[in-house]
């Protein structure tokens, strides 16, 4: 794996634009710049190649901005499998970092998504998490550690390479998330875990679509659980664990066995959106809600993964009737296309939650230089 510690021109990069007053458009692999706010004469996120991924953020529609590329900020600083912690560099490619870890039986249990030149910055500013999300955790629960650069061009570095109780906010989980407005990320430790000893793919055939009460009431029960997901018609559960704990749980549950590299390509498939249900012409949205909550009365296609806490769906209504139907179901909506106002990407936050996060924001970038807009737009103007 390429190793280069490029700390010092980052910093230097963010004092100049600092001093300039300059917006900072934060890129590392451009993997993800389909998220957020990219603006149409955006030279930096113009790629609408969805397999082309983001690294940490981009633009703010200032055509002046300070484009700052983070991936030859590279490389593994520090790894004791037996320890299990990694510190890395934040412009590390996913790829490099998931084959170091595979080569040591290990691996990140919340399963980042893997978009070709995807950087584990990305991962973090983004906030991304696969399948195993609601039951191996997600990205920020897995984060011990971090070091940024603030709105002040300061390094600061927060939490450590061990487990602790903290005090008042966890500021590198607060970046997770934060789509590059609150820092540029430099490196990160995070907890890893050795990889099962035996997963299977389980399918079962529901009696009508997008049913998904099977999944929660399976959820209660005492079986290795991994992953759930329902297309269409069909129930997809994945179990992993020991090699007996998989084999007493197959037999108590029943159903079609995805074997092999079949079972392992399908959870890929959903982790990077490389499924043949994301190639549509339709918006894609991610919508969040509890696993329990009702179907939502959206017109689309839909796919439910998580058990049924993340939704995926495919339609044309417009952004405020998918804000308004996740939020009576409890949950949030994020548009995963290119394209709309910089307002209809993200569920709108208001009230006290919108302060916080304004505050927050403002104490580590005091003039709002980091990727304006990118990431809740509304937070650019004042609360009234």
């Not at 692999?29 to 957020?36: A, E």
């Not at 994301?278 to 009702?294: C, G, M, Q």
Request: charged fraction near 15%.
């Amino acid at each position: 794996m390429q190793e280069n510690d490029i700390t010092d021109q980052l910093q230097q990069q963010v004092e100049q634009a600092v001093a300039a007053e300059k917006a900072i458009t934060i890129v590392g692999g451009n993997s993800k710049h389909f998220l957020g706010f990219v603006p149409q004469d955006d030279s930096a996120g113009s790629n609408t190649d969805t397999d082309n991924v983001a690294g940490t953020d981009h633009v703010a529609g200032n055509s002046e901005a300070l484009t700052l590329n983070t991936t030859a900020h590279c490389g593994i600083v520090n790894y004791e499998p037996t320890e299990l912690v990694v510190t890395v560099r934040t412009g590390t490619s996913m790829q490099a970092l998931n084959q170091v870890l595979q080569d040591n039986g290990q691996y990140l249990p919340f399963e980042p998504p893997v978009l070709n030149t995807g950087t584990i910055g990305g991962v973090l500013a983004t906030g991304l998490s696969g399948p195993s999300r609601p039951f191996s955790g997600a990205v920020r629960d897995y984060v011990l550690g971090m070091r940024i650069i603030n709105g002040k061009a300061e390094c600061l570095r927060f939490g450590g390479e061990v487990m602790k109780n903290v005090a008042g906010y966890d500021a590198a989980r607060l970046q997770v998330g934060a789509f590059g407005t609150m820092g540029v990320l430099l490196e990160t430790s995070m907890k890893v875990l050795p990889l099962p000893e035996a997963t299977e793919t389980l399918v079962h055939e529901l009696d009508t679509e997008l049913n998904n009460a099977p999944l929660i009431k399976l959820m209660r029960q005492a079986v290795p659980l991994t992953a759930a997901a329902v297309v269409g018609n069909k129930q997809y559960i994945r179990l992993s664990g020991s090699q007996a704990a998989v084999d007493a749980a197959k037999k108590q549950l029943g159903g079609d066995v995805l074997s092999g590299e079949q079972g392992v390509q399908f959870w890929l498939s959903l982790r990077d959106l490389t499924h043949a249900f994301f190639n549509s012409d339709k918006t894609l949205w991610r919508v969040s809600v509890p696993e329990y909550a009702d179907a939502l009365t959206v017109n689309g296609d839909w796919l439910y993964d998580w058990a049924g806490a993340q939704r995926w769906l495919l339609s044309d209504e417009p952004a405020q009737t998918i804000f308004n139907a996740a939020e009576q179901a409890g949950g949030h909506a994020t548009r995963f296309s290119v394209g709309g106002d910089a307002l209809e990407i993200f569920q709108p936050i208001n009230g006290g939650m919108r302060v916080l996060q304004q505050n927050l924001r403002s104490s580590f970038d005091p003039q709002g230089l980091f990727n304006p807009n990118r990431f809740h737009a509304e937070f650019n103007t004042p609360q009234v």
